[in-house]
T-cell receptor
Framework: SAVISQKPSRDICQRGTSLTIQCQVD?????MFWYRQQPGQSLTLIAT?????????ESGFVIDKFPISRPNLTFSTLTVSNMSPEDSSIYLC????????????FGSGTRLTVV | AQSVTQPDIHITVSEGASLELRCNYS??????LFWYVQSPGQGLQLLLK??????LVQGIKGFEAEFKRSQSSFNLRKPSVHWSDAAEYFC?????????????FGTGTRLTVIP
């Protein structure tokens, strides 16, 4: 399975600022997924990042708030823009190397607190 | 509506006791089924997965899960719980029958292990 390096692992940010989260994968992958896990809740998909094309966002998430870059097949960033306390969550990236039947690997997550 | 349900929000078991965590899904066809574990402050680790074949699936850390088509269930079990099993457990579904490339997660079950 893939190994994902996600950073930062945690951050405390002032409201109104932006934070960029990075995910580096040790294998080339077509799709990378970004999830949000709000306190005490499950994971919700923010967007799917494909190399060479615009990310596909889920309902309730917009590119201006969560811009995503995917410059190559092993790297992606998610930016949380103009943050408010409601953005305090764990953000996780995920990939699947061999297709959905093999399961998905997750990064260790970024715990974001907005004050 | 398509969904994955974990009926138990929080379960407490004694160390050495057996464990069963419930998961039910509602899809037109059997999706791929996964169990993940999230330890405090950590990312998600895949425990086991099912997409076809033997309905009793063995995973890591002594966990197993049984797929029951008639009940649309994929319950996670462990015969003897260890204190280190205390964590959040997520059931997830994926695969072509979901109509998406990503995973869909249940709300999670928090496991507390008491001495």
């Amino acid at each position: 399975s893939a190994v994902i390096s996600q950073k930062p692992s945690r951050d405390i940010c002032q409201r109104g600022t932006s934070l960029t989260i990075q995910c580096q994968v040790d294998s080339q992958v077509t799709m990378m997924f970004w999830y949000r896990q709000q306190p005490g809740q499950s994971l919700t998909l923010i967007a799917t990042a494909n190399q060479g094309s615009e990310a596909t966002y889920e309902s309730g998430f917009v590119i201006d708030k969560f811009p995503i870059s995917r410059p190559n097949l092993t790297f992606s960033t998610l930016t949380v823009s103009n943050m408010s306390p409601e953005d305090s969550s764990i953000y996780l990236c995920s990939v699947s190397i061999s297709g959905q039947g093999d399961g998905y690997t997750f990064g260790s997550g970024t715990r974001l607190t907005v004050v | 509506a398509q969904s994955v349900t974990q009926p138990d929000i929080h379960i407490t078991v004694s160390e050495g006791a057996s464990l069963e965590l419930r998961c039910n899904y509602s899809y037109g066809a059997t999706p791929y089924l996964f169990w993940y574990v999230q330890s405090p402050g950590q990312g998600l680790q895949l425990l086991l997965k099912y997409f076809s074949g033997d309905t009793l699936v063995q995973g890591i850390k002594g966990f197993e899960a049984e797929f029951k088509r008639s009940q649309s269930s994929f319950n996670l079990r462990k015969p003897s719980v260890h204190w280190s099993d205390a964590a959040e457990y997520f059931c997830a579904v994926g695969g072509p029958f979901t109509g998406a490339n990503n995973l869909f997660f249940g709300t999670g079950t928090r496991l507390t292990v008491i001495p």
